[in-house]
């Protein structure tokens, strides 16, 4: 099925240790993004991307980097996980940053760091 | 810097009630107005993309509508039922440095009573 897939569903991290969520989609969209979702904080932006070589950085990028290779993916890195990073963390693609088209989200992936 | 709200944070209403979710924005330069369910741990779907230049959108029993002027967005459930209860995001999209950004709202938690 068309989509953002995102992998894993769940993780559980000691405190310093590194990790990478992965985010794959099949649509061809030029934009994808990282979100953080936190209790009562709604949904916030992490990095994003708007083509193959080219990310920037959004409201919280602190302690994730990102890179973008091919269209596809669009993986996000954890240098040195710190219980305040625990959180839902979503991606998300767009087809175009033209007139806003519309994202479609992943189902997430639930990161405890302890 | 853009700024949405969703008021009530939580709603309980009857089985078979229509209902009305709000959104409001501080800044009417949009794109577009997307309206997104949430289930607990699961991610976002998608439910109306309303364009900056349409009034309205409609899915089954959902009607969405946009008042840009106005910075206010609705989304309209008729004949609500218990399979409606969920958490439903705003979000609007815009442009920021010549690219797209989307904030969201913190959400209205919706349960429908049997």
Not at chain 1, 51 to 78: C, H, K, M, W
Not at chain 2, 73 to 102: H, M, R, W
Request: glycine letters at 10%; a negative charge; charged letters at 15%.
């Amino acid at each position: 099925n068309a989509g953002v897939t995102q992998t894993p569903k769940f993780q559980v991290l000691k405190t310093g240790q590194s990790m990478t969520l992965q985010c794959a989609q099949d649509m061809n969209h030029e934009y994808m993004s990282w979100y953080r979702q936190d209790p009562g904080m709604g949904l916030r932006l992490i990095h994003y991307s708007v083509g193959a070589g080219i990310t920037d950085q959004g409201e919280v990028p602190n302690g994730y980097n990102v890179s973008r290779s091919t269209t596809e993916d669009f993986p996000l890195r954890l240098l040195s996980a710190a219980p305040s990073q625990t959180s839902v963390y979503f991606c998300a693609s767009s087809y175009s940053r033209v007139d806003g088209a519309g994202y479609t989200f992943g189902s997430g992936t639930r990161l405890t760091v302890v | 810097k853009q700024e949405v709200t969703q008021i009530p944070a939580a709603l309980s209403v009857p089985e078979g009630e229509n209902l009305v979710l709000n959104c409001s924005f501080t800044d009417s330069a949009i794109y577009n107005l997307q309206w997104f369910r949430q289930d607990p741990g699961k991610g976002l779907t998608s439910l109306l993309l309303i364009q900056s230049s349409q009034r309205e959108q409609t899915s089954g029993r959902l009607n969405a509508s946009l008042d840009k002027s106005s910075g206010r967005s609705t989304l309209y459930i008729a004949a609500s039922q218990p399979g409606d209860s969920a958490t439903y995001l705003c979000a609007v999209s815009e442009e920021d440095f010549g690219n797209e950004k989307l904030t969201f709202g913190t959400g209205t938690r919706l349960t429908i009573i049997p």
